[in-house]
Structures are given as structure tokens and as C-alpha cells.
């Protein structure tokens, strides 16, 4: 038996939208070697980071004390290389333009290092995406499955690392948020 119920419509603020950012950042570093569902998950953290400021600027909106900070904020957005770059990166997976992601990939090994003469390494993915490694270390080795260790990139002008590159923008939109809280709580 199924029974409808129906959600109270909440206002979505630009806190919730800073949270949902954080859910698909999670959800990459989750999925971070798998190719089906990493990109998946890098598109909406892109469109859900941006859409902070979208929604600060409904949630404000007539807000004079906020316009004037926000006006001073947006500068700072705009003149902040990484913060360009995401939004530029969303500008081109909402416009149907593929961002060029590449990654890096391989075994993960033993902290102490493998010593031998003989080494084979084998990689691919399976059929939901998921990068496998194996290795063989020894001419007489068993072939064994290995953890992969996957590093997101896109090459711009310098190769930049997706995971760090997102966490960092996203320390910069929560200090924004809170710098926005803060001179709206002592303005009270």
C-alpha cells in the first residue's frame, strides 16, 4: 500500500544550496574511480556551487546593506582565478560543451615500495565504470587485484586537480557566507 503525502514548499536558501554543493563534492571524492559516475557527480557539484549566490542574491534581494556587500563580494569572485574557473567549467557543462576531463590512474602500493626485477601492470574498467588495477610483481607472481588510485585533471593552461580545486572553492563560499552572516548579525 502506498500513501501520497506531499512536502511543505520551503523556501531553498542559498545554506542549502552551499549543502547540496557539499553533497555532490562528497558523492565525487565517493566516486572518485569510477568514469560513469565521477563526472556525473563533478557537473552537479559545479552547478550547485554556483547556484550559492544565485539563491544569497533572491534570499537578500532588496537588502541594501547586502547589495552594497555583495557588490563587493561579486568583484572579489570575479577577480579570484579558481572561483573563474568553476563557474567557467559550469558555464560549459550547462551550454552542452563537454569540459575535457582527464584522469590519472594507477595502483595503489605498499607503503614500504615493491623491490623486484620483474613487474606487470594491468588496468581497465568494468562494465559500471569502476577502474580496476591489477599487478604481477616476479616473473612467478600471481596476478592480484590492486586498489586503483585515480586523480581527476583538466588541462588548462596548467594541469589542475579537480578534488582539491573543488574543496578549495568550496572553503571560499562557506568564508563568503559566513563573512555575510557575521556583517548582517552585527548590523542588528
Same mark, same amino acid.
Given at each position: 500500500?502506498?500513501?501520497?503525502?506531499?512536502?511543505?514548499?520551503?523556501?531553498?536558501?542559498?545554506?542549502?544550496?552551499?549543502?547540496?554543493?557539499?553533497?555532490?563534492?562528497?558523492?565525487?571524492?565517493?566516486?572518485?574511480?569510477?568514469?560513469?559516475?565521477?563526472? *556525473?557527480?563533478?557537473?552537479? *557539484?559545479?552547478?550547485?556551487?554556483?547556484?550559492?549566490?544565485?539563491?544569497?542574491?533572491?534570499?537578500?534581494?532588496?537588502?541594501?546593506?547586502?547589495?552594497?556587500?555583495?557588490?563587493?563580494?561579486?568583484?572579489?569572485?570575479?577577480?579570484?582565478?579558481?572561483?573563474?574557473?568553476?563557474?567557467?567549467?559550469?558555464?560549459?557543462?550547462?551550454?552542452?560543451?563537454?569540459?575535457?576531463?582527464?584522469?590519472?590512474?594507477?595502483?595503489?602500493?605498499?607503503?614500504?615500495?615493491?623491490?623486484?626485477?620483474?613487474?606487470?601492470?594491468?588496468?581497465?574498467?568494468?562494465?559500471?565504470?569502476?577502474?580496476?588495477?591489477?599487478?604481477?610483481?616476479?616473473?612467478?607472481?600471481?596476478?592480484?587485484?590492486?586498489?586503483?588510485?585515480?586523480?581527476?585533471?583538466?588541462?588548462?593552461?596548467?594541469?589542475?586537480?579537480?578534488?582539491?580545486?573543488?574543496?578549495?572553492?568550496?572553503?571560499?563560499?562557506?568564508?563568503?557566507?559566513?563573512?555575510?552572516?557575521?556583517?548582517?548579525?552585527?548590523?542588528?
Amino acid at each position: 500500500m502506498l500513501v501520497k503525502a506531499q512536502m511543505v514548499p520551503l523556501p531553498v536558501r542559498a545554506g542549502e544550496k552551499f549543502h547540496e554543493a557539499i553533497y555532490f563534492f562528497t558523492r565525487m571524492v565517493q566516486t572518485q574511480t569510477n568514469v560513469a559516475l565521477f563526472p *556525473f557527480h563533478f557537473s552537479a *557539484f559545479l552547478s550547485a556551487l554556483r547556484s550559492v549566490t544565485f539563491y544569497l542574491q533572491a534570499q537578500f534581494r532588496g537588502n541594501t546593506a547586502f547589495e552594497a556587500w555583495y557588490q563587493q563580494k561579486q568583484q572579489e569572485i570575479r577577480n579570484d582565478a579558481l572561483m573563474r574557473m568553476l563557474k567557467e567549467m559550469r558555464d560549459e557543462a550547462l551550454h552542452a560543451r563537454p569540459i575535457e576531463l582527464q584522469f590519472w590512474h594507477g595502483p595503489q602500493l605498499p607503503s614500504g615500495g615493491i623491490v623486484t626485477k620483474h613487474f606487470e601492470l594491468s588496468m581497465d574498467t568494468d562494465e559500471q565504470g569502476e577502474v580496476r588495477t591489477r599487478i604481477k610483481v616476479g616473473e612467478d607472481g600471481q596476478e592480484q587485484n590492486v586498489p586503483p588510485v585515480v586523480r581527476w585533471v583538466v588541462d588548462l593552461p596548467d594541469e589542475i586537480d579537480i578534488l582539491p580545486a573543488c574543496d578549495e572553492g568550496l572553503q571560499k563560499m562557506k568564508s563568503m557566507l559566513e563573512d555575510w552572516e557575521h556583517q548582517s548579525n552585527a548590523a542588528i
